[in-house]
């Protein structure tokens, strides 16, 4: 893969998400490939997450005294099949 098609796929990737897209949740980019590829047969995988199981980016700013910003991130996967509701896949301090 080119350095150029890796810049114009990359907003549309994630490391995340489930194997298989869901062409109701995406961006217009992924539902269209997704249209295109309708009539093939998908196979399930072992990897996926039931479909009641959501993935989410939480970001939050906190002002401390003198108004200094911290900035903190998640990338959290939530559902009732996980063992605590809940599951961390990634966590970033600073902005």
Request: aromatic share 4%.
């Given at each position: 893969?080119?350095?150029?098609?890796?810049?114009?796929?990359?907003?549309?990737?994630?490391l995340f998400g489930p194997p298989q897209p869901n062409a109701a949740s995406t961006d217009p980019f992924v539902a269209a490939a997704l249209s295109e590829t309708a009539n093939a047969?998908?196979?399930?995988?072992?990897?996926?997450?039931?479909?009641?199981?959501?993935?989410?980016?939480?970001?939050?700013?906190?002002?401390?005294?003198?108004n200094t910003p911290v900035i903190r991130?998640?990338?959290?996967?939530?559902?009732?099949?996980l063992p605590r509701g809940y599951e961390v896949l990634a966590w970033q301090d600073g902005s």
């Open positions: 893969m080119t350095p150029a098609t890796l810049a114009a796929i990359r907003p549309h990737l994630t047969e998908t196979v399930p995988s072992v990897s996926q997450p039931p479909p009641d199981v959501l993935t989410t980016r939480i970001t939050v700013t906190a002002f401390g005294s003198r991130s998640a990338i959290v996967r939530f559902g009732a099949v």
